[in-house]
């Protein structure tokens, strides 16, 4: 008898703890809201990173706004999301980029409701919309703008004037306030600007800043369209602007790099998005928002494109390519 009782009492164990494991296999139900869309590096890379930690504790479901192709929907679409969040009741959320915040997190979630909210990929200053929040907190993105003008310098030591080509929309605007502000603090600043919307409008302003700055830093080109209004990929807008500067560009974003920028210092949005879904699983185990402070991103790695490094015939010393991470492309 005494063993049949030990045997019970084996198997009731061992459900429990089974009961247990499945129960936290699927702890929590977490909606991420993208800015952009789902082919978009940065959404690629942060989705990642949210999924590494999240993944096997979560059941996420991510939303698009789309806004660097449709600004014009972007309401539309953050008040569909609003109607999702409503229906899926989700423990925890993250909004990935700006318009996310501006669009969702501000007007629909802020000080509104309970449910935490993590952002990521904000270049912005947080207080413009209206973070740190009593549900809102997360990662405040650095650009190593700074960094990326001291590090093309280095490479290029002529470079004197420096100017910027973007998509024109909000984002654009708010970071050329931003890049003013930063760049205002190196001994070269960024001071030219061309905002565009077309293949054409990109070429003919890459082409006549060639004869006006010695260095163009790329950001933000995506949803700029060719003749017949389709959205021209990113690799080819990187090519248009190297193919008709026809000189050094830099960047603070890997992609750029990737594609045939010459060099940046860089942040990991991957890193990011696993940083804000650790955040998020603090605020989901109990710990007040409140009490998760804004995390002002600042680690950078030098990148230097050495297929773009031989094409413009620069012979960077021995310590500057050491010193850097080297990537071929484009």
Avoid at 45 to 51: A, D, L, V, Y
Avoid at 55 to 67: D, Q
Avoid at 88 to 112: C, H, M, N, W, Y
Wanted: aromatic letters at 8%; charged letters at 20%; hydrophobic letters at 40%.
């Amino acid at each position: 008898m005494r063993r049949n009782y030990t045997i019970s009492g084996f198997f009731i164990t061992l459900f429990c703890l089974l009961s247990a494991t499945l129960c936290h296999s699927s702890t929590w139900k977490v909606l991420v809201v993208h800015s952009y869309g789902p082919q978009y590096p940065m959404t690629v890379q942060t989705s990642k990173g949210i999924e590494a930690v999240l993944g096997s504790n979560a059941e996420i479901k991510h939303l698009y706004l789309n806004y660097k192709t449709n600004p014009a929907g972007g309401k539309q679409k953050a008040e569909e999301a609003y109607g999702v969040y409503t229906a899926f009741q989700p423990d925890g959320i993250i909004a990935t980029e700006e318009p996310a915040q501006s669009l969702f997190v501000a007007p629909f979630l802020r000080d509104k409701v309970k449910t935490p909210v993590m952002f990521c990929g904000v270049n912005t200053m947080p207080a413009k919309f209206g973070y740190p929040a009593s549900n809102v907190s997360g990662i405040w993105e650095q650009a190593h703008l700074v960094e990326s003008i001291s590090f093309a310098r280095e490479l290029v030591p002529s470079i004197a004037k420096i100017g910027s080509i973007m998509k024109e929309n909000d984002k654009a605007r708010m970071l050329v306030e931003m890049i003013r502000k930063k760049s205002g603090s190196s001994s070269v600043k960024i001071d030219t600007f061309e905002l565009v919307n077309t293949e054409q409008e990109l070429r003919t302003a890459a082409k006549a800043l060639r004869g006006q700055v010695d260095a163009l830093y790329v950001m933000s080109l995506v949803g700029i369209t060719d003749a017949q209004g389709a959205l021209l990929p990113f690799p080819r807008l990187i090519s248009i602007v190297n193919e008709e500067f026809a000189g050094p560009t830099f960047s603070s974003r890997i992609f750029p790099i990737k594609l045939g920028a010459l060099c940046g210092v860089v942040v990991s949005v991957r890193e990011q998005g696993a940083m804000a879904a650790k955040m998020l699983m603090q605020a989901m185990k109990g710990t007040p928002v409140r009490d998760i402070a804004i995390v002002k991103k600042t680690n950078g790695k030098k990148i230097i494109n050495i297929t773009t490094l031989k094409a413009l015939k620069i012979k960077p010393s021995p310590d500057t390519l050491r010193s850097a991470q080297l990537v071929r492309g484009r």
